[in-house]
């Protein structure tokens, strides 16, 4: 199938051209037509499967009957609000819409918070069709009247589970509150729960539902490896699989800020370029690192979960978790930023004994196990094999199986998976290096962190809280069509 045979427009089709597209990606040859059909739309689709322009090259064809070179404001009011949980995916949908709509004369422009609202406001005057849009900041402007909603023919809600896991959906309410009920509707998770369904019933009018992998499923082109190892030999695991692979980049993702910051210090003074991207950060030392990362400059980037949210990264060839996330859902995510579009990826996961429950969430939700190999020099715990109640092997498979059908295969998984005494193990995660190097110390620059020995690093208290277990959603097919 060709973009000609969905039905876009030469100017969509001479965009789609120039960005070196030859062929719409599944979601894109299903959400296309829907869109351009009028139809609201319920789309199951992670990053990396195409699924912005799948929303994208529509919605520009929708809008493209008030395209206009008009210099009046009046004559460019907001038409299409696209809504994103952060700014870096604001920015990335802002860069599609420009690339898409090079050839139409729509306006476009991307507000976020963290930056001053002046020069949003001076640009939201001049009169702009598509506005794509962080859920606070866009109420800050609506608080202010610097923009108007009332002819908003077109919402997208992009990565509608994210908004949901930051807080977001009361500040959504609040924005459906103020658009026209004649619109035409979309909704983009990767995975859905009861409160997304409800937003969807909120939101949408007869939605179609839209999906292409089934949710959590992960790509077929991502080689996936476990390496046994204790917590404190992690860094030091880490460098020297860098050092192997020289030529490698390498998006790392920890759980803390703390970490963050301190482990992409550590690369640093082992001679591996690297830097760290947190909520903590400011919006421009994040766009700053991102773009140095974007451009080679940079080997590794080292990321919470919160702030590598929708990183789209061309050709990204390497992930690795540092430390396993504690929701089996957000390794998918992590993992989803590496083997996009048909590219191969590889999916690195440092694991110590604390966290091998977490590993089997993970391979219970992705239905596989995955093969784990030990670097000679850097052995896991004894208890490794032994932890989490999982042992390799085959009974990790038929266990991962057997568990694999949703919400409550996956609560009753995880109930079987860790014995009291096991939950409280993992609750107190040591974040000391074998070396005294401790990650749970704010940071520290280079020099005073030398002077950090083992003795004062192991007085550090070291658990910290162990975030709630989301439940696993329900699958995407049990969601019911209105
Ligand atoms: P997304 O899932 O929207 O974040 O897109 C993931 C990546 O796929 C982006 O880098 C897009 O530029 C790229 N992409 C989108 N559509 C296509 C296509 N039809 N062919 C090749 N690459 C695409």
Redesign the pocket.
């Given at each position: 199938m060709s973009?000609a045979d969905l039905g876009l427009i030469p100017e969509l089709l001479q965009a789609?051209a120039d960005?070196?597209?030859?062929?719409?990606?599944p979601?894109?040859q299903q959400a296309i037509p829907v869109v351009l059909a009028g139809h609201d739309m319920m789309g199951g689709?992670?990053?990396?499967?195409?699924?912005?322009?799948?929303f994208t090259l529509p919605l520009l064809q929708q809008l493209a009957r008030h395209a206009n070179t008009s210099t009046s404001p009046a004559r460019h009011p907001t038409r299409a609000l696209i809504l994103a949980p952060t700014r870096e995916l604001a920015v990335?949908v802002f860069e599609?819409v420009r690339t898409y709509a090079r050839h139409l004369p729509l306006k476009a422009t991307c507000i976020y918070g963290g930056v001053d609202m002046n020069a949003q406001i001076q640009e939201l005057r001049l009169g702009i069709e598509i506005v794509i849009a962080t859920p606070g900041r866009l109420l800050d402007h609506v608080q202010q009247k610097t923009i108007n909603l009332s002819q908003v023919e077109m919402l997208v809600l992009d990565e509608a589970d994210r908004m949901l896991d930051m807080g977001f959906i009361p500040d959504i309410k609040r924005i459906l509150a103020l658009l026209p009920v004649k619109r035409q509707s979309l909704l983009f998770s990767a995975t859905f729960s009861e409160e997304i369904k409800k937003l969807a019933d909120q939101m949408l009018k007869n939605p179609q539902l839209v999906e292409v992998a089934r949710r959590n499923a992960v790509s077929e082109t991502i080689t996936h490896v476990v390496h046994p190892v204790t917590s404190g030999m992690k860094r030091n695991l880490l460098v020297h699989l860098l050092r192997h692979q020289p030529d490698t980049q390498a998006l790392v993702f920890v759980d803390t800020k703390l970490v963050c910051g301190r482990l992409a210090h550590f690369l640093e003074r082992s001679g591996i370029s690297a830097d760290a991207i947190h909520g903590d950060k400011s919006q421009s030392q994040r766009t700053e690192t991102l773009e140095a990362f974007k451009g080679g400059h940079l080997r590794v980037l080292v990321a919470t979960d919160v702030a590598a949210r929708?990183l789209?990264i061309?050709e990204l060839p390497c992930v690795i978790n540092f430390e396993l996330p504690h929701t089996a859902e957000d390794y998918v995510h992590r993992i989803g930023r590496t083997g996009?579009?048909?590219h191969k990826g590889n999916a690195v996961s440092l694991v110590c004994a604390e966290e091998k429950h977490w590993l089997a969430d993970i391979q219970k939700l992705i239905k596989f196990e995955i093969p784990q190999q030990a670097v000679p020099g850097f052995d896991a715990e004894p208890e490794f094999d032994e932890a989490g109640h999982h042992g390799r092997g085959h009974k990790n498979r038929t266990e991962a199986a057997a568990h694999s059908d949703g919400e409550r295969g996956g609560a009753a998984a995880r109930k079987s998976s860790k014995p009291a005494g096991k939950s409280a193990k993992s609750a107190g995660k040591s974040l000391i290096a074998a070396d005294g190097f401790d990650f749970s110390k704010p940071y520290i620059p280079a020099t005073s962190s030398e002077l950090i020995t083992a003795s004062a690093a192991s007085t550090h208290p070291s658990h910290p809280p162990q975030r709630p277990l989301r439940p696993v959603a329900v699958l995407l097919g049990g969601l019911g069509r209105k």
């Open positions: 973009f789609v960005a070196g597209y030859t062929e719409p990606t979601i894109q689709a992670q990053t990396g499967t195409g699924k912005t322009a799948g990335q599609s929708g789209d061309d996009r579009a048909g």
